[in-house]
């Protein structure tokens, strides 16, 4: 990478976990910690990108010169990483660990102990990554992959099925990698080849990572 690649260029990033309400007091989410995500909000910033990062609710400070837009649900997200993107967008990286599913309806009052079992009725959320990468005037696309098992074939699989230009796959099977630590280990797939990176810092990581994404970037006229 050059390092002035991103110079000038429009870069959406969404990070962290979602939450999908059961009622007025409880949740469905997950363990992202939204470090990844910001920390390539940053490492985008530094090369020159202006940045805005769709962020799930997460107890990180906002990156130094980049543009928060908080959410809490998958719609929300929908909602604003689209809105985001008609604003102009060059490159959109998807590092949200987004809900598949919500509750079919959100309670209006607290759920009140009763049966000794009981059940919650789910139904599918929007896809954000999915939609942008659909679009007539994608932007050039990177999703992520939390995988456990089959790193590769369900990676590759996820970057057709989704029309991506690249993905990034985690396995989060590793302990101390992944979700809600510092530290990742990946592995990019592009449609031309792949490249192993760590175990490293999510710092370190992010910066390789935007070079990377900085090359492919010049390389393919969409
Ligand atoms: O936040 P951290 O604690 O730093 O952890 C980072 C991470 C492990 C969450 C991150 O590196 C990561 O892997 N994010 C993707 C997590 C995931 O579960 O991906 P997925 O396989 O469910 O989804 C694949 C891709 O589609 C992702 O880019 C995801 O953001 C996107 N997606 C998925 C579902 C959905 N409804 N909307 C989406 O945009």
Redesign the pocket.
């Known amino acids: 990478g050059n390092g002035t690649a991103l110079t000038g260029k429009r870069v959406v990033i ?3 976990p979602t939450r999908e309400p059961i009622d007025p007091v409880r949740y469905i989410s997950n ?7 910001y920390a390539l909000a940053s490492a985008a910033r530094a090369a020159g990108a202006h940045v805005v990062l769709v962020s799930g609710p997460v107890t990180l400070p906002a990156p130094a010169g980049v543009e928060v837009r908080g959410v809490l649900t ?1 719609q929300d997200m929908l909602r604003e990483a689209s809105r985001a993107v008609d604003e102009g967008c060059d490159l959109f990286i ?5 809900a ?1 599913y919500r509750p079919e309806n959100c309670a209006g009052d607290k759920i009140k102990k009763s049966s000794e079992a009981m059940s919650l009725s789910l139904v599918r ?5 999915a939609t942008i990468a659909g679009r007539t005037d994608a932007p050039f696309t990177v ?4 995988e456990t098992a089959d790193v590769e074939r369900y990676a590759t699989e ?1 970057m057709q099925r ?1 029309k991506l230009n690249m993905i990034v796959a ?1 396995d ?1 099977s590793a302990p101390g990698l ?4 510092d530290n ?1 280990a990946v592995t990019v797939f592009w449609p031309g080849g792949n490249e192993s990176m760590g175990p490293d810092s ?1 710092t370190n990581i992010a910066r390789r990572l935007m070079a990377m994404i900085g090359d492919h970037l010049g390389e393919v006229a969409r």
Request: a positive charge; aromatic letters at 6%; charged letters at 15%.
């Open positions: 969404t990070a962290g363990h992202s910690s939204g470090k990844m995500g998958a998807a590092t949200a660990a987004v598949d959320n929007p896809d954000t990554l999703g992520f992959a939390a996820k989704k985690n989060v992944g979700f809600n630590s990742n999510k």
